[in-house]
């Protein structure tokens, strides 16, 4: 009951943000910016629309913003309109789903282009918006919260863009009749039993919050922990440098301003500010002269022998780059004990990709690209999961999983905090923060 309430003030108080925007006046020749939804229906077991509609939707049309909904129907649906749509059709695309939704409409988007002709809202509306936690972990630590959607809807309506670098994800085959389907993802690449487990929660739903605990415990009395056996090569780390960038040459910085040839006379006419147009005149950042940079280690492969039970590979985003990082570990926690107890932690701590014990992983690195050759998995783990979605990996000696970092770029919404805070007492009380 309070918190039925609660969530009643925090949509008020994120209403009243938006409503702002909606007052402002815009010129009779003006359009309202138009945002295009691409829905997953089946995320989060077939709620992601409901949680849509009931706290993100209304903020967008009071921020006066046209809405145009499509429901898709299947990923690869979403795939061909995310890789379709334009400024013809919408100045935004907010995309509502969980990891691999995000994925196959950045896929979509990358196998043709190399940077998004539309900037992107990411709606958290997967089971843990694994890429999310890793892009804001501020915002997205939030769990069983509402705060964290409507900061997804408010960084769309207040414009509040980032860019980003997606890497590329492919399962190599030898078999020539077995293509590889590349994947551009912002989230992760995860392998092991404790991937397998966050997925086996879903089905014990009816045991409520201890679902996830009653998923190890269950996992752990019916089978016996056996760790896999990975070959990796990966590739030095390079943040960039003259051998591995082809643009060498240092881009003189331009002056973006806004002159009377390409605003509308009615702002002019009526002295009131178009939205998104009352922005200060910007400076754009020369990009870097890479040519001058030397990194003796650019290109540099090495290759492990390396056995665990868990197995991580995210991205970090740094300046104009991405970079790989990659753990392993486990291989203290083999038994079923240990495996449970550590599990536990996770559930405890509300940890969702990673171990919070410090002495769990027994390999790190980070790195522009890796490939994972699997030597030995176990019956009960023989897949492999993208950004959430897991691939079956039959006849894994024969597979080769490559990652690799990537030059493309993508603009997203993103929120930087959660701008409500809850004091929790008898009663709760909402505070602002400044």
């Not at 509402?146 to 590329?168: D, L, Q």
């Not at 085959?173 to 929660?201: F, H, Q, R």
């Not at 197995?311 to 970079?323: G, M, P, T």
């Amino acid at each position: 009951m309070v918190k039925s309430i609660r969530d009643d003030e925090i949509r008020k108080f994120y209403a009243q943000k938006a409503l702002k925007f909606g007052e402002q006046t815009i010129s009779p020749d003006e359009k309202p910016r138009r945002v295009t939804v691409l829905v997953n229906t089946s995320a989060s077991q077939f709620k992601v629309m409901d949680r849509f509609q009931k706290n993100a939707l209304p903020l967008l049309n009071l921020a006066g913003i046209q809405v145009d909904i499509i429901k898709t129907e299947s990923a690869d649906q979403l795939e061909s309109i995310a890789s379709v749509l334009d400024k013809n059709e919408a100045d935004a695309i907010f995309i509502v789903g969980g990891d691999g939704t995000l994925a196959r409409a950045l896929t979509g988007i990358f196998k043709k282009f190399d940077s998004n002709k539309l900037p992107i809202g990411i709606f958290p509306g997967g089971n843990d918006n694994r890429g999310l936690l890793n892009l804001v972990p501020s915002v997205f630590t939030f769990r069983d919260d509402i705060r964290p959607i409507c900061e997804s809807a408010m960084a769309v309506i207040e414009e509040r863009k980032r860019t980003v670098h997606p890497f590329k994800v492919e399962i190599v085959s030898t078999n020539p009749e077995e293509p590889p389907e590349p994947i551009y993802s912002l989230s992760d690449v995860s392998a092991g039993w404790y991937k397998v487990i966050e997925d086996y929660k879903h089905k014990f739903w009816y045991w409520g919050r201890l679902k996830r605990r009653w998923a190890y415990f269950w996992s752990m009395v019916k089978n016996s922990p056996e760790p896999f056996k990975v070959e990796v090569y990966y590739e030095q780390f390079c943040p960039g440098c003259k051998r591995c960038k082809m643009n060498k040459k240092l881009e003189e910085p331009k002056i973006q301003t806004q002159t009377q040839e390409n605003q509308s006379w009615w702002r002019y006419f009526i002295g009131v500010p178009l939205i998104g147009t009352n922005k200060q005149p910007q400076k754009l950042t020369p990009k870097k002269d890479y040519s001058k940079i030397e990194n003796e280690r650019c290109g540099e492969r090495h290759q492990l022998q390396l056995v665990g039970t868990d197995l991580i590979v995210d991205a970090n985003q740094i300046e104009d780059s991405v970079q790989l990082h990659f753990l392993i570990g486990g291989l203290l926690h083999d038994s079923r004990f240990s495996l449970l107890r550590d599990g536990w932690k996770r559930c405890k701590s509300d940890l969702v990709a990673t171990s919070g014990d410090l002495k769990f992983y027994t390999n790190e690195f980070v790195a522009n690209s890796v490939e994972l050759n699997f030597q030995h998995l176990p019956e009960n783990i023989k897949k492999i999961a993208i950004s959430g979605d897991s691939k079956i990996l039959d006849n894994y000696e024969e597979k080769v999983v490559k990652i690799q970092v990537t030059d493309k770029t993508a603009d997203v919404y993103l929120p930087t905090e959660i701008r409500v805070r809850i004091k929790e007492g008898s009663w709760f009380e909402l505070e602002e923060r400044q």
